[in-house]
């Protein structure tokens, strides 16, 4: 089983147990006196810290350009000291996999840009917001679509076999699974990217906007 396949299941299944990492741009954190500590924003606000024994504490907290889009990790266990919120078991995970299992997907198409690109905002429960190409809009709609009727065959219809298009259709998010989680090289073509316009609830740290 990939680490790309890993990622997405865990995502899926402890969503929405997750958190962005908080990240500076490079330059001004170079001119700060104080190292900005690993830390993930989550649903309800809160910031809280990875707990320094995690190999997600040693990631790096910088990013070279504001649009960036911050990664996103999922965490099992939170706990508190006397002073300071951690959390414990953290994986990061492939934006495209909540995408799938999001109650609510909204689509906010976007004016063109100056170099004539078309954009979609992806909003995930009126808390999670990407931008898109929108070549991507249509395959995001149909998985998410066919990895519902997969889902709801394997559990009603347990004895039939599946749909060769919905056979193929969790096959193909398999394959993006694991491009978006880094497991092959062309990663950059599915990569999500954060928008220009705020989610409901205020906007977040390195241009993913997302409300509590």
Not at 59 to 75: H, Y
Not at 97 to 117: I, K, N, T, Y
Not at 121 to 131: G, P, Q
């Given at each position: 089983?990939?680490?790309?396949?890993?990622?997405?299941?865990?995502?899926?299944?402890?969503?929405?147990?997750?958190?962005?990492?908080?990240?500076?741009?490079?330059?001004?954190?170079?001119?700060?006196?104080?190292?900005?500590?690993?830390?993930?924003?989550?649903?309800?606000?809160?910031?809280?810290?990875?707990?320094?024994?995690?190999?997600?504490?040693?990631?790096?907290?910088?990013?070279?350009?504001?649009?960036?889009?911050?990664?996103?990790?999922?965490?099992?266990?939170?706990?508190?000291?006397?002073?300071?919120?951690y959390v414990k078991a953290v994986t990061e995970i492939p934006a495209i996999a909540l995408c799938m299992v999001a109650a609510d997907f909204r689509l906010e198409?976007?004016?063109?840009?100056?170099?004539?690109?078309?954009?979609?905002?992806?909003?995930?429960?009126?808390?999670?917001?990407?931008?898109?190409?929108?070549?991507?809009?249509?395959?995001?709609?149909?998985?998410?679509?066919?990895?519902?009727?997969?889902?709801?065959?394997?559990?009603?219809?347990?004895?039939?076999?599946?749909?060769?298009?919905?056979?193929?259709?969790?096959?193909?998010?398999?394959?993006?699974?694991?491009?978006?989680?880094?497991?092959?090289?062309?990663?950059?073509s599915f990569s999500f990217a954060a928008p220009g316009g705020a989610a409901p609830g205020g906007r977040g740290r390195g241009g993913v906007r997302r409300g509590?």
């Amino acid at each position: 089983c990939s680490a790309g396949l890993v990622r997405a299941v865990l995502g899926c299944g402890y969503y929405p147990q997750i958190g962005f990492l908080k990240r500076m741009l490079r330059e001004l954190q170079r001119n700060s006196k104080n190292k900005m500590r690993p830390s993930l924003m989550t649903k309800r606000g809160e910031t809280v810290r990875i707990h320094p024994q995690s190999l997600a504490s040693k990631r790096d907290t910088s990013k070279d350009a504001e649009e960036e889009a911050d990664p996103m990790f999922v965490f099992e266990e939170l706990t508190r000291n006397e002073s300071q919120l951690y959390v414990k078991a953290v994986t990061e995970i492939p934006a495209i996999a909540l995408c799938m299992v999001a109650a609510d997907f909204r689509l906010e198409p976007q004016e063109p840009g100056e170099d004539g690109s078309l954009k979609t905002h992806v909003v995930l429960d009126d808390w999670i917001r990407y931008e898109v190409s929108q070549n991507h809009v249509v395959p995001l709609r149909v998985l998410r679509q066919r990895l519902g009727q997969a889902f709801t065959g394997l559990i009603e219809r347990p004895w039939e076999e599946q749909e060769a298009r919905l056979v193929d259709s969790v096959a193909a998010l398999r394959m993006v699974f694991e491009i978006e989680a880094g497991g092959a090289p062309n990663r950059a073509s599915f990569s999500f990217a954060a928008p220009g316009g705020a989610a409901p609830g205020g906007r977040g740290r390195g241009g993913v906007r997302r409300g509590g």
